[in-house]
């Protein structure tokens, strides 16, 4: 009987203990899952402004391709017709980064066969490149994941021969 009176409260404080090291663990997965969750939430918004962006690029292309095949019948709407200026994708979305609100315009295009010269090498073989350069383009586009309030913000540049 004298054993059993020295443990009545052994019980007590292991259960405490377990309790405790229960709580150390739902505390901790509750901190992953909100880093999981922040995470997934950067990615998603990287990802919807990217595709914003190349939505708008190709937009641009096809406006390019129709305004060509069009025979003069429609204007060519670009932003520069030669390439006589140096022009920086990064530096133009820079300027417009996380615009409030943003311009309407959010492409600029120019033109840039002139900057081609057609038979020279670029260091991929001595065969000429027998392309047609009559036209060449430029498309840069920039997007944000979403209209109020964005989080990420994306710039595509592509060259475009219709």
Do not use: H
């Amino acid at each position: 009987m004298s054993s059993a009176r020295k443990q009545r409260g052994a019980v007590l404080y292991v259960a405490l203990m377990m309790l405790v090291l229960l709580a150390l663990i739902g505390i901790t997965a509750l901190q992953v899952t909100g880093l999981q969750e922040r995470m997934t939430a950067s990615y998603r918004s990287t990802n919807l402004a990217f595709q914003n962006a190349e939505g708008r690029a190709r937009g641009k292309e096809a406006d390019l391709q129709r305004q060509v095949q069009s025979g003069g019948g429609e204007a060519i709407d670009i932003d520069e017709a030669f390439c006589a200026n140096s022009f920086d994708p990064s530096a133009w979305a820079k300027t417009l980064k996380y615009a409030n609100p943003l311009p309407a315009k959010l492409s600029y295009t120019r033109r840039i066969d002139q900057c081609v010269s057609g038979g020279s090498g670029i260091g991929m073989g001595t065969a000429p490149i027998s392309e047609n350069t009559n036209l060449i383009f430029q498309v840069t586009a920039y997007a944000v994941d979403r209209g109020s309030n964005p989080g990420s913000d994306s710039v595509i540049d592509t060259i475009f021969v219709p």
